[in-house]
């Protein structure tokens, strides 16, 4: 099974970021689906905020960053103490970003 966007204005990478949130992943857990078993289907049932095109390149630029970083992670590239000091600092702020963006 697969979850993607089905319209061609919300990329692939915001539902990766809003499904890897604190606040989605506790309203899951609260309201949808306490068990360990995650469900696509119960996935569906999580409200989805539309971004606006500065909200959307503000988590892009962050999601590539957090792919630049895993990939010189996994090529040792740098210090993976360094790199994941880098990664804690941008989960950070895109947590923050999905509580502004649920205005919570």
Same mark, same amino acid.
């Given at each position: 099974?697969?979850?993607?966007?089905?319209?061609?204005?919300?990329?692939? $990478?915001?539902?990766? *970021?809003?499904? =890897?949130?604190?606040?989605?992943?506790? $309203? $899951?857990?609260?309201?949808? =689906? #306490? &068990?360990?078993?995650?469900? *696509?289907?119960?996935?569906?049932?999580?409200?989805?905020? *539309?971004? &606006?095109?500065?909200?959307?390149?503000? #988590?892009?630029?962050?999601?590539?960053?957090?792919? %630049?970083? +895993? +990939?010189?992670?996994?090529?040792? *590239?740098?210090?993976?103490?360094?790199? %994941?000091?880098?990664?804690? +600092?941008? %989960?950070?702020?895109?947590?923050?970003?999905? #509580? %502004?963006?649920?205005?919570?």
């Amino acid at each position: 099974m697969s979850l993607s966007s089905i319209v061609d204005f919300l990329p692939n $990478y915001y539902f990766i *970021i809003l499904l =890897n949130s604190e606040l989605l992943f506790d $309203y $899951y857990r609260e309201y949808i =689906n #306490c &068990t360990v078993n995650i469900q *696509i289907n119960d996935i569906r049932q999580l409200p989805i905020v *539309i971004p &606006t095109n500065e909200q959307l390149d503000t #988590c892009g630029s962050l999601f590539q960053r957090i792919i %630049e970083l +895993k +990939k010189k992670m996994f090529n040792n *590239i740098f210090q993976e103490t360094s790199i %994941e000091e880098e990664l804690s +600092k941008i %989960e950070l702020k895109l947590n923050d970003f999905v #509580c %502004e963006l649920y205005s919570v």
